[in-house]
């Protein structure tokens, strides 16, 4: 249940992060009102970045303060992320654009938003993907 850097050039920035937000590893971040949250099925692909580089739990020392994490951004056009995908994955998918469920799956089956492109079909719930980052492929 991710979005795990699988083909292509990544490298990871710091940026500033919202307070009190517990994220997963590998969640998909975007921005809102200039601080990192973690995506969802109804935000643009315009505030998407990368994934967090690691998780965010309520127990973190500096979980309610002001400060820069971990984002992972791909250093080249059309970098693979391997993906979890909510709804059957088929096959004949490859090439169709696709919203997210929440920050760490694919749903295959809406395509209102399109934040991801399906490259290849791994299993009815896996694939590799190219994320659609700040509404570009």
Avoid at 16 to 25: A, D, P
Avoid at 33 to 57: D, E, M
Avoid at 90 to 113: C, K, M, P, Q
């Amino acid at each position: 249940m991710a979005f795990i850097p699988y083909k292509g050039r990544f490298k990871t920035i710091y940026l500033g992060m919202t307070t009190s937000t517990v994220v997963s590893r590998y969640a998909v971040a975007s921005v809102s009102s200039g601080l990192l949250i973690a995506a969802t099925s109804s935000t643009t692909a315009l505030s998407h970045l990368g994934v967090f580089a690691k998780a965010i739990v309520a127990a973190d020392s500096d979980y309610a303060s002001a400060r820069k994490v971990g984002v992972i951004v791909p250093l080249e056009k059309n970098c693979e992320w391997l993906a979890d995908v909510t709804a059957t994955l088929l096959s004949t998918d490859s090439g169709a654009e696709v919203d997210f469920t929440d920050s760490l799956n694919i749903n295959r089956g809406a395509s209102s938003v399109d934040t991801c492109m399906i490259r290849d079909f791994i299993s009815t719930t896996k694939c590799t993907c190219v994320l659609k980052l700040q509404a570009s492929y």
